[in-house]
T-cell receptor, first 111, second 116 residues
Framework: TQLLEQSPQFLSIQEGENLTVYCNSSSVFSSLQWYRQEPGEGPVLLVTVVTGGEVKKLKRLTFQFGDARKDSSLHITAAQPGDTGLYLCAGVGTGGFKTIFGAGTRLFVKA | GAVVSQHPSRVICKSGTSVKIECRSLDFQATTMFWYRQFPKQSLMLMATSNEGSKATYEQGVEKDKFLINHASLTLSTLTVTSAHPEDSSFYIC????????????FGPGTRLLVL
């Protein structure tokens, strides 16, 4: 069974601080997605990474896929209160399209 | 593009009644849709994979006779919670894969079900 461990599960920081969220697995993924979810809404796709070692940037967010495609990180620079939300990583197994979700990181950015 | 809608957004029903939730891909066709359940402050739990024109594949522990899934067209999948009980109260979210071979799912806004 593929597992995707996400850490930290909860993070409370001050506006302007940097943070990194990690997703790790012992399994290889063909791709990995990062989503952000706000209370009462569905997850919204932030990025998909496919190639080992790939780095993608979305404004203040930097996503990296590990060289072996087993792990990924999300780094937020100068966090803002608007970044508050639940961040989910999701990996697609190499055997098909079944997606495995991490437990989520609940981020709270204080003004 | 890649917009997924769900209806209703929230529903309150009496115990023992059935509730149908619709999931539509608005600007693309989806041969595969997924149904998830999310409890407060938890991640998404996959309930079933819905394939257009065929029977849904249910995850272990999910009762197929209680959670009926129908994927009658390339843009619509429905989840019916039969004989709902208070423990079925949850946030139900669907997602869709735009094209065969694509791996990125696009999620609907979710349906909050409260069974009294």
């Amino acid at each position: 069974t593929q597992l995707l461990e996400q850490s930290p599960q909860f993070l409370s920081i001050q506006e302007g601080e940097n943070l990194t969220v990690y997703c790790n697995s012992s399994s290889v993924f063909s791709s990995l997605q990062w989503y952000r979810q706000e209370p009462g809404e569905g997850p919204v796709l932030l990025v998909t990474v496919v190639t080992g070692g790939e780095v993608k940037k979305l404004k203040r967010l930097t996503f990296q896929f590990g060289d072996a495609r087993k792990d990924s990180s999300l780094h937020i620079t100068a966090a803002q209160p608007g970044d508050t939300g639940l961040y989910l990583c999701a990996g697609v197994g190499t055997g098909g399209f079944k997606t495995i979700f991490g437990a989520g990181t609940r981020l709270f950015v204080k003004a | 593009g890649a917009v997924v809608s769900q209806h209703p957004s929230r529903v309150i029903c009496k115990s023992g009644t059935s509730v149908k939730i619709e999931c539509r891909s608005l600007d693309f066709q989806a041969t595969t849709m997924f149904w998830y359940r999310q409890f407060p402050k938890q991640s998404l739990m996959l309930m079933a994979t819905s394939n257009e024109g065929s029977k849904a594949t249910y995850e272990q522990g999910v009762e197929k006779d209680k959670f009926l899934i129908n994927h009658a067209s390339l843009t619509l999948s429905t989840l019916t919670v039969t004989s709902a009980h208070p423990e079925d109260s949850s946030f139900y979210i669907c997602s869709a894969l735009p094209l065969a071979g694509q791996e990125t799912q696009y999620f609907g806004p979710g349906t909050r079900l409260l069974v009294l």
